[in-house]
Nanobody, 122 residues
Framework: QVQLVESGGGLVQAGGSLSLSCTAS???????MGWFRQGPGKEREFVNA????????YYAESVKDRFTISRDNAKNTVYLQMNSLKPEDTAVYYC????????????????WGQGTQVTVSS
């Protein structure tokens, strides 16, 4: 079983930054990794994703100039660097994994972390 654990969430003022980490229980060198988020009363939505070789990251338009996804397969970890945070970024952030070359769709991912809360105040 693949287990994912997110960390790094918290409360930050608008314009600030946070860095999230997701550590897996297995080697990730064959997995596409993605970040999703779910705000209050909203559906889970795609944030960004990076394939197993790290060569083709994908971003939602709302975050492409502010968020960066990266991975360190040797540490079984994927990161989400969030800059210039806005109140609308407030959500529970989830990391997800799949052994397919997935991109933006929830249904493409097989394994999910428990989520970490990010709250951005105005």
């Amino acid at each position: 079983q693949v287990q994912l654990v997110e960390s790094g969430g918290g409360l930050v003022q608008a314009g600030g930054s946070l860095s999230l980490s997701c550590t897996a229980s297995v080697d990730l060198d064959a997995y596409t990794m993605g970040w999703f988020r779910q705000g209050p009363g909203k559906e889970r939505e795609f944030v960004n994703a990076i394939r197993w070789n790290g060569g083709q990251p994908y971003y939602a338009e709302s975050v492409k100039d502010r968020f960066t996804i990266s991975r360190d397969n040797a540490k079984n970890t994927v990161y989400l660097q969030m800059n210039s945070l806005k109140p609308e970024d407030t959500a529970v952030y989830y990391c997800a994994a799949t052994d397919r070359q997935a991109t933006r769709f929830v249904g493409e991912y097989d394994y999910w972390g428990q989520g970490t809360q990010v709250t951005v105040s105005s």
